[in-house]
């Protein structure tokens, strides 16, 4: 049986150093997911392309070499709190991503998996943050890219959204004592912890 090959793709959560890192996994969730993977006798070949500061604009552009050229069988797509936190972050406002043109772009994406690769199963991920010091208004513009990340969902995967925004809302609420993310946007370990768990949860591996 051929090894499956798994992307994951995305900016900074996703990215977490990989290319410090002598497998190209990073250090964060896409680590934990193929170690847990491995630890079961089963892990497939897993390619991390997630880069720090990366927008859905960003994705877009590289998307041909990063993606479909690439083959994978399974494809994770972790994207979004950049194009929010543009919107509020004075040094970045040229690169901060509307929502329809983010709705337009992931669709332009995933259709073109579907079409080029359509055997490629495809994993869409809730962004997930707050944002200091705006965080109302940037968390009340959250929930509309999260609402489009569903329609994807809905439109191209067999699995729904992973629920990572929800996911951290619950642990915050639940477990205020511990760090989850170290800047209210970059999780901690525990919080990596989390998404790996939250995403492993949703494609039905645990």
């Known amino acids: 049986m051929t090894q499956q090959r798994w992307l994951f793709i995305g900016d900074s959560i ?11 996994w990073g250090y964060g969730y896409v680590r934990m997911i193929r170690q847990w993977l491995a630890g079961r006798g089963s892990a497939p070949e897993v390619l991390n392309r ?37 919107h509020f972050n004075p040094e970045r406002t040229d690169d901060a991503v509307g929502l329809d043109e983010f709705r337009s772009s992931y669709d332009r994406c995933l259709s073109g998996v579907k079409e080029k690769l359509p055997e490629c199963r ?5 962004p997930c943050g707050i944002f200091p010091p705006r965080v109302q208004e940037s968390a009340a513009m959250l929930k509309d890219y999260i609402a489009v990340v569903g329609e994807m969902a809905a439109r191209y995967s067999e699995f729904p959204a992973v ?3 929800a996911a951290f809302v ?18 901690s370990p525990v919080g990596d912890a989390l998404i790996a768990e939250t995403w492993m949860r949703t494609v039905g591996l645990v």
């Open 50 to 86: 997630g880069i720090s500061g990366e927008t859905m604009r960003r994705m877009a552009a590289r998307w041909e070499e990063d993606v479909l050229e690439l083959t994978p069988n399974l494809l994770s797509v972790k994207i979004g709190v950049n194009d929010v936190g543009c």
């Open 170 to 187: 619950d642990a915050m609420a639940a477990k205020p004592e511990i760090d989850w993310t170290v800047d209210g946007v970059h999780p």
């Open 122 to 126: 495809i994993v869409v991920c809730e």
């Open 163 to 165: 629920p990572l925004h």
């Open 14 to 24: 996703t990215d977490y150093q990989r290319r410090d890192d002598p497998q190209g």
